[in-house]
């Protein structure tokens, strides 16, 4: 280099930030696995913050109470499973692989890991914390079945399916889904389906449902 060249300058300012919603993804996920590993009245707000690489001040700015940390685990999971069966993604397929894409998300849902987490985190703690309960309740399943039940609802009014009663088809379809899978893992007799179990099973409930429900 010669001796008049220049060295390059240095960028000065502060680092850049990270974006909230990358921030608030870390944090749910930390608060995932607190909950999962401690349960939820052990869990403390300062021991996620540290778990997540968070200060403190940063994650009361975004998230102020546990309540709403564990509302917000509980959201992502379910959100996960809305963009799944957005009607739009689920107008691409035939009635038959439409209503098994439905149940294949739904059971990747209901019987994944950290759901039947929650759902033993909620029961244990029921009695300390009966918030859990009505948290849960309004966050997945009321959510879940609304999702369901206008899809279905729509079907119907499109004259693919005939049933008299949309939550309580809901109810039965959900039930023969992932009832006894969910079940035995909650209990420890069997470990959560692999995929290609939960599409096994969805293939089964869809014809089964079809077969009584086909206008």
């Known amino acids: 280099m010669g001796q008049n060249a220049v060295a390059p300058k240095r960028c000065r300012g502060r680092p850049q930030i990270r974006p909230d919603d990358e921030t608030l993804h870390l944090l749910v996920e930390a608060a995932a696995a607190e909950f999962r590993d401690k349960g939820y009245a052990a869990t403390t707000m300062g021991n996620v913050a540290q778990r997540a690489g968070i200060s403190t001040k940063t994650m009361y700015r975004l998230i102020p109470a546990k309540a709403d940390l564990f509302q917000k685990v509980i959201a992502d999971r379910t959100g996960r499973f809305m963009l799944k069966v957005d009607p739009s993604e689920l107008d691409r397929y035939e009635l ?88 035995t893992a909650m209990i420890g007799l069997s470990p959560p389906p692999s995929p290609e179990e939960i599409k096994s099973r969805a293939r089964i409930c869809a014809k089964l449902f079809l077969d009584g429900c086909r206008a």
């Open 96 to 183: 038959a692989d439409a209503v098994e894409h439905f149940l294949v998300a739904f059971g990747a849902l209901a019987l994944d890991s950290e759901t039947i987490a929650m759902l033993r985190l909620v029961i244990s703690e029921r009695d300390r914390c009966p918030e859990l309960a009505a948290t849960f309740n309004d966050v997945a399943v009321a959510q879940t079945t609304k999702a369901m039940t206008q899809w279905l609802e729509r079907q119907r009014d499109r004259g693919l399916l005939k049933f008299d009663d949309p939550v309580a088809t809901v109810s039965a379809l959900r039930g023969m889904m992932v009832m006894d899978l969910q079940r």
